[in-house]
């Protein structure tokens, strides 16, 4: 969509505001165009979107990046519900959870609670499982934090070069359910 505003034969006029806000919501999606879902088209995007924006492009990363990452005010229930998607994957049903951070440390300290409030998002939602990914932005990795569940017997797992959700968690979880025999 917004390759076609920039690119159709009439391009729709942009001013500088209208080029940040788009340019931080590719920024924001694509992790700074780091994620494997970023596509070449989010790179020309960006490229024609920094030239009308006109803004100093590491700053304006850095504070797109602390802010998406910020856990600051919310509660555990509110930060697993921020970017929480509902799966059935085979029979199982689940909730998948994503908190991006800069580090790991940042969600140490809140670790209990939001075991607790994964708990009771499966219990609430009559699910078979849920599931926390933290996200670690910087070092390119991922934790999975599991509620108690039947169908993998495990509490987390380490990731290691996992950041996407879509492309690299849910077909891994898929193989992991399918191998346990649901």
Same mark, same amino acid.
């Not at 908190?99 to 499966?122: F, G, H, W």
């Given at each position: 969509?917004?390759?076609?505003?920039?690119?159709?034969?009439?391009?729709?006029?942009?001013? #500088?505001?209208? #080029? /940040? *806000?788009?340019?931080? #919501?590719?920024?924001?999606?694509?992790? $700074?165009?780091?994620?494997?879902?970023?596509?070449?088209?989010?790179?020309?995007?960006?490229? +024609?979107? +920094?030239?009308?924006?006109?803004?100093?492009?590491?700053?304006?990363?850095? =504070?797109?990046? !602390?802010?998406?990452?910020?856990?600051?005010?919310?509660? !555990?229930?509110?930060? *697993?519900?921020?970017?929480?998607?509902?799966?059935?994957?085979? /029979?199982?049903?689940?909730?998948?959870?994503?908190?991006?951070?800069? #580090?790991?440390?940042?969600?140490?300290?809140?670790?209990? !609670?939001?075991?607790?409030?994964?708990?009771? $998002?499966?219990?609430? !939602? =009559?699910?078979?499982?849920?599931?926390?990914?933290?996200?670690?932005? /910087?070092? +390119?990795?991922? /934790? *999975?934090?599991?509620?108690?569940?039947?169908?993998? =017997?495990?509490?987390?797992?380490?990731?290691?070069?996992?950041?996407?959700?879509?492309?690299?968690?849910?077909?891994?979880?898929?193989?992991?359910?399918?191998?346990? =025999? +649901?």
């Amino acid at each position: 969509v917004i390759l076609q505003i920039l690119t159709a034969e009439k391009p729709m006029p942009l001013n #500088a505001a209208q #080029a /940040t *806000l788009l340019l931080g #919501a590719i920024l924001s999606d694509t992790v $700074a165009l780091s994620a494997p879902t970023t596509t070449e088209q989010d790179r020309l995007a960006v490229t +024609r979107l +920094r030239a009308i924006s006109h803004i100093d492009y590491d700053a304006f990363i850095a =504070g797109l990046l !602390a802010a998406k990452t910020d856990l600051s005010g919310q509660s !555990a229930p509110q930060l *697993l519900q921020r970017d929480a998607k509902n799966y059935r994957i085979h /029979t199982v049903s689940l909730l998948l959870s994503q908190i991006e951070v800069r #580090a790991m440390s940042d969600i140490d300290p809140l670790l209990p !609670a939001l075991q607790q409030a994964l708990e009771q $998002a499966k219990q609430e !939602a =009559g699910l078979e499982m849920a599931a926390l990914l933290v996200t670690d932005i /910087t070092r +390119r990795r991922s /934790t *999975l934090y599991f509620s108690s569940n039947r169908v993998l =017997g495990i509490r987390q797992v380490s990731l290691p070069d996992m950041t996407s959700r879509k492309k690299e968690v849910l077909p891994w979880l898929t193989l992991q359910i399918a191998n346990a =025999g +649901r």
